[in-house]
C-alpha cells in the first residue's frame, strides 16, 4: 500500500469535515510577510520613529518576545500582534493610539492569501456532502477571504479561549459539526496540532502535506485515515 493511500483498511466514513486554514487552505508565510511589510510602510507614513527603530525583523522579534512573555495569550495571536505594536510605539515615543488601526492594516494584507489552486473546486466538492468547519488557531476571517460560503461555521482559538491541540476545541468544533467526533474527520496540514490532537481527542485524522511545505510523508502517526497532497485528492478519495 502506498504512504499515500488510506492507512486504514475499512475507516468509518465520516459525516462531517473539520478544516484547518493556514498551510492547508494556503501558505500561511507569504501573506504574513507580505503583511508584515505593508504594516511598515503605514508606520512610515504615520509613525516614523517607530518605523526607523524597528524594521520589519525588529517588529517581528518585539511580537514573539511578546508571545513568550505573555502565554496565556497563546490561543490569541491577534491579541500579541496588537500588543507588540503598542510596545513598538511606546518605545518610539509614537502615539499608542496607533496600534489599533496599524493592526488593521496587517489584517486587511494578512487576508489577501494566495489560496492552493486546488481548494476552491475542492471545497465546492465536499461542502454539497458534508458539513464543513472551519478550526483554526490563527486570526484568519473567513469572510475577508471569500470562503465562508462553503462553511457552516468556524471555531477559532481566539474565539474558544484555547487552541489545538486541546481535545475540547475539536469536541466544540464536532458540536457544531453536529457530529460525533468519531464520524468526523479533521483535515488539516500540522502533525502535532491537526493529526496526533485529532485522533487523540477521537476524531478521524487526514494529513494535506502539501509538497511545498512536506517533503517527507513517512511520518504520520498511526491511525492517520488519509495522507494527501491536495485537498482535491482528498476529495477523489471521499467520493465526492
Not at 9 to 23: Q, R, S
Not at 25 to 37: K, T
Not at 198 to 210: D, K, P, S, T
Amino acid at each position: 500500500m502506498s504512504v499515500l493511500s488510506c492507512f486504514h483498511a475499512n475507516p468509518v466514513t465520516p459525516v462531517a469535515l473539520t478544516l484547518d486554514l493556514d498551510d492547508t487552505l494556503w501558505p500561511i508565510w507569504p501573506a504574513i510577510e507580505r503583511a508584515e511589510v505593508h504594516l511598515h510602510g503605514w508606520l512610515a507614513q504615520r509613525a516614523p520613529a517607530t518605523a526607523a527603530r524597528f524594521d520589519t525583523a525588529g517588529l517581528r522579534a518585539l511580537r514573539d518576545e511578546v508571545a513568550r512573555t505573555h502565554p496565556h495569550w497563546a490561543h490569541d495571536l491577534s491579541a500579541v500582534r496588537l500588543e507588540s505594536l503598542r510596545r513598538a510605539l511606546a518605545a518610539a515615543g509614537d502615539d499608542v493610539r496607533l496600534a489599533e488601526p496599524a493592526f488593521e492594516t496587517f489584517l486587511q494584507w494578512r487576508h489577501r492569501v494566495d489560496l492552493y489552486e486546488d481548494v476552491v473546486p475542492a471545497l465546492e466538492r465536499l461542502a454539497s456532502r458534508f458539513p464543513l468547519v472551519a478550526l483554526t488557531n490563527g486570526n484568519a476571517d473567513l469572510r475577508a477571504i471569500g470562503l465562508a460560503p462553503w462553511f457552516r461555521s468556524v471555531v477559532s482559538a481566539r474565539g474558544f479561549g484555547r487552541g489545538k491541540p486541546h481535545a475540547d476545541i475539536f469536541m466544540e468544533a464536532c458540536r457544531q459539526a453536529q457530529a460525533p467526533p468519531a464520524q468526523v474527520l479533521h483535515v488539516g496540514d500540522d502533525l502535532l496540532l491537526d493529526v496526533e490532537a485529532a485522533l487523540a481527542a477521537g476524531l478521524q485524522a487526514a494529513w494535506v502535506a502539501r509538497p511545498d511545505i512536506h517533503a517527507d510523508v513517512d511520518r504520520a502517526p498511526p491511525g492517520t485515515h488519509h495522507v494527501v497532497r491536495s485537498l482535491g485528492e482528498l476529495a477523489d478519495r471521499l467520493g465526492v
